[in-house]
């Protein structure tokens, strides 16, 4: 079975300051990795995925991520962040399929990022 | 080209109590998945519909079941309400052939309360 774990439940920065977003996963397959964001009262909106190839992935908004498969993660980053970043912050994984099928994301628990000015 | 849309917004039964939730998908997606997320939790899978019919299920009772219809809307049923049903439902749509690279259109949810 794959797990998702976000170290931080919460990460307060300042604006324009650099941040980083834990993830670590656990699966005994190889895996597609995603992050996706929840602003308040809206859904969720997938900032950046890796599916293969290059390790280092460009999402939407500024952001992006290192797939480090020797140590089971995958950290979101942004090196100045905005105040309309504050959102929460969702990292999913799942189990590549070898058919067209059926297929389910398996979600960490969140990190909320609060930005103050 | 309007997105994922679902009702009703916020929701309040009681225990033992009957719940329908409805989603209408994107313009063109074929595939309806059905998600619940506990307050301060993130999304768990509850089930997954294509060509009117489950195609995946999630660890949830047989109280949660589920219905496409031939315009590929889709309808969450939860029987039985217990307090912990409380809770933010998402509504995800895709196309098929897209679902396995985590193409997913979420709705903003329904939120149901359960007292």
């Known amino acids: 079975a794959q797990s998702v774990t976000q170290l931080d439940s919460q990460v307060p920065v300042f604006e324009e300051a650099p941040v980083e977003l834990r993830c670590n996963y656990s699966?005994?397959?190889?895996?597609?990795l995603f992050w996706y964001v929840q602003y308040p009262n809206q859904g969720l909106q997938l900032l950046l995925k890796?599916?293969?190839?290059?390790?280092l992935v460009k999402g939407i908004n500024g952001f992006e991520a290192e797939f480090n498969k020797s140590q089971t993660s995958f950290h979101l980053r942004k090196p100045s962040v905005h105040i309309s970043d504050t959102a929460e912050y969702f990292c999913?994984?799942?189990?590549?399929?070898?058919?067209?099928?059926?297929?389910?994301?398996?979600f960490g628990q969140g990190t909320r990022l609060t930005i103050n000015p | 080209d309007a997105g994922v849309t679902q009702s009703p917004t916020h929701l309040i039964k009681t225990r033992g109590q009957q719940v329908t939730l409805r989603c209408s998908p994107k313009?063109?997606?074929?595939?309806v998945s059905w998600y619940q997320q506990a307050l301060g939790q993130g999304p768990q899978f509850i089930f997954q519909?294509?060509?009117?019919?489950?195609?995946q299920r999630g660890n949830f009772p047989d109280r949660f079941s589920g219905h496409q219809f031939p315009n590929y809307s889709s309808e969450l049923n939860v029987n039985a309400l217990l307090l912990g049903d409380s809770a933010l439902y998402l509504c995800?749509?895709?196309?098929?052939?897209?679902?396995?690279?985590?193409?997913?259109?979420f709705g903003e949810g329904s939120r149901l309360t359960v007292l």
């Open positions: 995800a749509s895709s196309l098929l052939y897209r679902i396995n690279t985590g193409e997913l259109f």
């Open positions: 699966s005994s397959v190889s895996v597609y």
């Open positions: 890796y599916l293969s190839g290059s390790t």
């Open positions: 999913a994984v799942s189990e590549p399929l070898s058919f067209q099928g059926a297929q389910k994301l398996v």
């Open positions: 313009s063109g997606h074929d595939t």
């Open positions: 519909y294509y060509e009117e019919e489950e195609r």
